[in-house]
């Protein structure tokens, strides 16, 4: 059963921390979505990679958050130093990249900034 | 830009009756229609898509969906509503004639769902 793996499920940590989030996409699968989940927000498009190269990050702060996708099957969103605003609950998803093609979401990290 | 609005933050509807939870769309050219659902602590679970052909689309659970070009809408519908249809929906659209980086699915905020007895 194919699907996006997303770690870890949950994370707590002290404001100016670095954070680490990691995502395996779905094997063959080659566009890549970071999404952020708030109340307030919604869902949010932070960053979007096809065939790992970022197409459209202008959703990301810059200042403090970064995504790689170091190979094909490891994407990481990065936030240092963490802030208490942050917290939020990120999503990745994967896709086989055509464009009528729906995305897989993984189960999400739920970070907690303190 | 493209954008989806989702008017009703939270649809009541009693076990048995039909649901509605509905959603508009704005894009440039010709749109690709998804929606989403995702029950608590879960990521978002694809339903159903409209990308061309028939107007009224079937997904997973009973769910269906009809595209309607003059009203730019995509409700979600399904005939007899159960308790377990309980969560969060969301609506999505990708603009069919962008590629490249602003091929992208912007989501609604997202209609809550309560069934009950």
């Known amino acids: 059963d194919a699907r996006v793996t997303q770690t870890p499920r949950d994370k707590v940590t002290e404001m100016g921390q670095e954070v680490t989030m990691r995502c395996q996409p779905i094997?063959?699968?080659?566009?890549v979505f970071w999404y952020r989940q708030t109340m307030m927000q919604g869902l949010e498009l932070l960053a979007y990679?096809?065939?790992?190269?970022?197409?459209?990050d202008s959703g990301m702060p810059k200042d403090r958050f970064s995504a790689e996708m170091p190979d094909a099957t490891l994407a990481t969103l990065k936030i240092q130093p963490s802030e208490p605003r942050d917290s939020a609950v990120y999503f990745c998803?994967?896709?086989?990249?055509?464009?009528?093609?729906?995305?897989?979401f993984g189960q999400g990290t739920r970070l907690t900034v303190v | 830009a493209q954008s989806v609005a989702q008017p009703e933050d939270q649809v009541n509807v009693a076990e048995g009756n039909p649901l509605t939870v509905k959603c508009t769309y704005s894009?440039?050219?010709?749109?690709?229609l998804f929606w989403y659902v995702q029950y608590p602590n879960r990521g978002l679970q694809f339903l159903l898509k409209y990308i061309t052909g028939d107007n009224l689309v079937k997904g997973s659970y009973g769910f269906e969906a009809e595209f309607n070009k003059s009203q730019t809408s995509f409700h979600l519908k399904k005939p007899s509503a159960l308790v377990s249809d309980s969560a969060l929906y969301f609506c999505?659209?990708?603009?069919?004639?962008?590629?490249?980086?602003?091929?992208?699915?912007?989501f609604g905020t997202g209609t809550q769902l309560k069934v009950e007895l």
């Open positions: 094997l063959g699968h080659n566009t």
């Open positions: 990679f096809r065939n790992r190269a970022p197409l459209d």
């Open positions: 894009v440039s050219g010709n749109p690709y």
């Open positions: 998803a994967s896709g086989p990249g055509q464009g009528e093609t729906e995305a897989f």
């Open positions: 999505a659209v990708r603009d069919i004639r962008v590629t490249g980086g602003g091929n992208k699915l912007t």
